[in-house]
């Protein structure tokens, strides 16, 4: 089997929506996951004691499925503008239909075709989870990125990359393999998560994305692990918008 991309990996999601929020839910640590990357951007969040978490600030959830990694940024930017775009109608349908506040919006379209569907920044942040090992040209939507953040915005990437160390490319077959399949098998959307295995090991690793996002002008780039069995395999990317003057030298 080979990876899913563009209109048939929106379908395979549109199917698996239905169930997908169960599956996820399975896996420890999944939301607070979220939450931890989406602090990791470096915005006013509650911990900071400020007043207004967020507020005044624009951020964008690419590839925001069913809604769980927009909840983790309003949680953690409760009064920021978020955006939220996925590819799949079926998963956006799923997201609306879960309660927000007013400073929420969904829009359906591909990472690829954000400015035909209306998308304009600048925005303080994008946060994109489980997105670009998805994506069939990543360094493209980088650059979309790249060039919807306002100078010195920040970037956060929680992504399934790898280590590179064999033992955890094993953990992650096993988990998938022996739970992961079986289970969504059972729901009838083992396509789309044959894909979830296959579209991991054959992603970067960690160090080849941190150097993949390094070269699409982006700086103080840093690569944070998480916690629990998705140590080694599940990280978050975060970097800033490089500074347009030091890009030329200036």
Known sequence: MTVLRDADLAAAFD????????LV?????????????????????????????????????????TGASTAALARVLPDADITAVDASAGMLDRARAKPWHGRVRFVCAPAEALAEAGVQGPFDAVFAAYLFRNVADPD???????????????????????????????????????????????????ELYRHLWRSVVEFDTVDRFTDRVRARGF???????????????THTVVARRADPAARSGQ
Not at 15 to 22: I, K, L, M, P
Not at 219 to 233: K, N
């Open 15 to 22: 199917h698996a929506a239905h169930s997908y929020d169960t």
């Open 219 to 233: 700086d103080t780039v840093r690569a944070l692990p998480l916690p629990g069995w998705q140590t080694g395999i």
């Open 25 to 65: 839910a399975a896996n420890p640590g999944y939301h607070a996951h979220l939450r931890r990357s989406a602090r990791r951007l470096g915005l006013p969040h509650p911990g900071t004691g400020l007043p207004h978490p967020g507020t005044g600030l624009r951020v964008l959830d690419l590839g925001c499925g």
């Open 140 to 190: 493209a939507v980088l650059d979309a990125v790249h060039d919807l953040l306002a100078p010195h915005g920040r970037l956060a990437v929680h992504e399934y990359t790898l280590s590179g160390r064999p033992l955890d490319r094993a953990v992650w077959t096993a988990v998938c393999r022996g739970l992961v399949l079986p289970v969504a098998s059972a729901l009838g959307d083992g």
